[in-house]
């Protein structure tokens, strides 16, 4: 079975209000919303930021059920996600799991949050996807009264996925084919960093990332000179499709199918959609996990002296 191709997302639904918060539509009424007011002899950046996020949702309405799924509350929601990005993990997975705990008020509120902390948090094509936040929000979930134990299959599933192959763990390793028949297996592969580029041969944005990569100087000179090596697998059944399209794949790249198909039936990794990136250590433990294009560019570009653009 196919996965989907990651479509190519630009829109972020916010923006920043500055002294470290973003800021909040103004079309939001303050009947129904009213926005926390931080201290005034809070000065430091970082304690404002973790008051802000804190009670976040203390002036929230659950009264008003169109409110609920309004597009106020929707923008509410991908601000609160930005604000984040200026505390540390202890505060904002205290804040998320405080914003679902509140939800729970209401069944219709914690219902709708929980949608939108799928569309946002883990959906492939969401350009703030971010497996950081959705853990706190799935462990919430997966103690929440508000769910029955078959609601709670779902999550339980995507926390387990999620805590696999975390940066710093070791990557699974796996067994690959080359169009020419080798075999050969992912941990063989020497060098100081590993790409690991799980596709499809009829992925039209799997096209455009091998394009991009392939054209940036500094990546192909990393490959180069051995201190990068780029192992694009194809994960799924149909080998013929695989093996027409494997002459079209970026010179210097590994091309290998994983036929013996542990990759979906283990979920070695897992691919929601495609491409999907991990890059690895020399040791093969897991640097990014489910990578952009431009974490991936912009955690090479510092590692390496050659710009990489």
Not at 78 to 89: G, I, M, P, S, W
Not at 202 to 208: A, L, Q, V
Request: proline fraction near 6%.
């Amino acid at each position: 079975m196919f996965a989907a191709c990651r479509q190519n997302r630009t829109d972020t639904p916010s923006g920043d209000g500055g002294n470290g918060v973003p800021a909040i539509k103004d079309t939001v009424h303050v009947a129904h919303y009213i926005r926390p007011e931080i201290p005034q002899m809070m000065t430091a950046p970082e304690q404002r930021a973790a008051y802000y996020v804190k009670h976040y949702w203390d002036g929230y309405s659950l009264a008003d059920t169109a409110f609920i799924h309004s597009d106020d509350t929707e923008q509410l929601y991908a601000d609160f996600l930005n604000a984040l990005q200026y505390v540390d993990a202890t505060e904002y997975r205290s804040a998320l799991q405080s914003m679902m705990s509140r939800m729970e008020a209401d069944s219709t509120a914690y219902a709708h949050f929980c949608t939108l902390g799928e569309k946002y948090l883990y959906d492939p094509n969401s350009p703030m996807r971010n497996e950081d936040y959705y853990i706190p929000v799935l462990e919430q979930m997966l103690a929440s009264a508000r769910l029955t134990e078959p609601d709670k299959l779902r999550p339980a599933d995507r926390l387990k996925q999620a805590l696999k192959n975390r940066p710093g763990m070791k990557a699974p390793d796996f067994s690959y084919v080359t169009p020419k028949g080798k075999q050969a297996r992912m941990s063989g592969i020497t060098a100081d960093y590993t790409l690991l580029f799980f596709y499809d041969p009829d992925c039209t944005n799997c096209r455009k990332y091998e394009q991009i990569l392939s054209e940036m100087p500094a990546f192909v000179e990393m490959q180069e000179k051995g201190v990068l090596r780029v192992l694009a697998v194809y994960p799924d059944e149909d080998e013929e499709e695989w093996l027409l399209k494997s002459s079209q794949m970026p010179r210097g790249w590994i091309v290998g199918w994983n036929k013996q198909g542990d990759i979906r039936s283990k979920t070695l990794y897992e691919i929601r959609a495609t491409p999907t990136m991990y890059l690895l250590d020399k040791q093969k433990k897991v640097i990014l996990k489910d990578a952009s294009l431009e974490q991936t560019i912009q955690y090479l570009s510092a590692v390496y002296p050659g710009p990489i653009e």
